[in-house]
């Protein structure tokens, strides 16, 4: 899909800049863009359809709990298909919508959390268009009319969201265009800074005596002492013969 691409490509440009070394010069960072028209009317319209839909979740969870379908005069199959609508819208309102409300709530400009929340919306509105007139075919004109009023809600919030969604998306390509720009200029700037550092020479000087490899040294061997004479005997005289 289009959109996780754009995010991909997003992370991938992000990385590279941040491995960028510090000594290598860097272009000089354009001034940060001025918001557009959709950046900064998406909040608040965003908020106040979050208030809505949240009233409109409730006004649907009371009003499905007050329909009997098991009451209805319609065929077997048309009342199990109805009561599986009604048990899905409830578990989604109950457990699914409240946690994406909330998160899109605290990030109004996060364009997956608002693309996770619309999309949801549209299946929610689709299984409760399809409960809505079982009910008209069926039930009671007041649980019709309940459900209906919810129905239009629920309608315009998801029209709503999905032009802000359409928004963030053409504004993040805009920063994804920006962010490809400033990764060729830092990308031409680091090739043409190596270019300008000449590279290092080793001379090597062939006159020069060949260190000899260090041998073990020998052990040297103690002086032999010379013979001694028997002192016993006067210098210059021999021993009588018998």
Request: net charge positive; with cysteine; hydrophobic share 40%.
């Amino acid at each position: 899909m289009k959109l996780a691409t754009w995010f991909l490509e997003l992370c991938a440009i992000a990385v590279s800049l941040s491995a960028q070394p510090a000594t290598q010069p860097s272009p000089a960072t354009p001034s940060p863009a001025t918001p557009s028209a959709s950046e900064t009317t998406s909040a608040p319209t965003v908020l106040s359809d979050l208030d809505r839909l949240q009233a409109a979740a409730s006004a649907t969870s009371q009003a499905i709990s007050r329909i009997r379908i098991e009451k209805w005069k319609a065929d077997h199959s048309s009342k199990q298909q109805a009561l599986a609508n009604a048990d899905s819208i409830q578990r989604n309102l109950t457990s699914a919508l409240p946690g994406m409300i909330d998160g899109v709530r605290s990030a109004p400009q996060d364009l997956a959390m608002e693309f996770k929340l619309y999309r949801n919306i549209n299946a929610l509105y689709d299984v409760m268009s399809s409960l809505t007139e079982s009910t008209g075919a069926f039930g009671a004109k007041s649980d019709y009319d309940a459900l209906a009023k919810q129905v239009d809600v629920i309608d315009s919030v998801r029209r709503n969201l999905g032009d802000v969604v359409e928004g963030l998306a053409s504004s993040t390509q805009s920063e994804l265009g920006q962010l490809r720009v400033q990764l060729r200029a830092a990308q031409q700037a680091a090739a043409a800074a190596a270019a300008a550092v000449p590279p290092k020479r080793v001379l090597v000087d062939d006159n020069a005596p060949e260190k000899k490899a260090a041998t073990g040294t020998k052990k040297k061997t103690p002086p032999k002492k010379p013979a001694t004479t028997d002192s016993s005997a006067p210098a210059g005289t021999s021993q009588p013969k018998n």
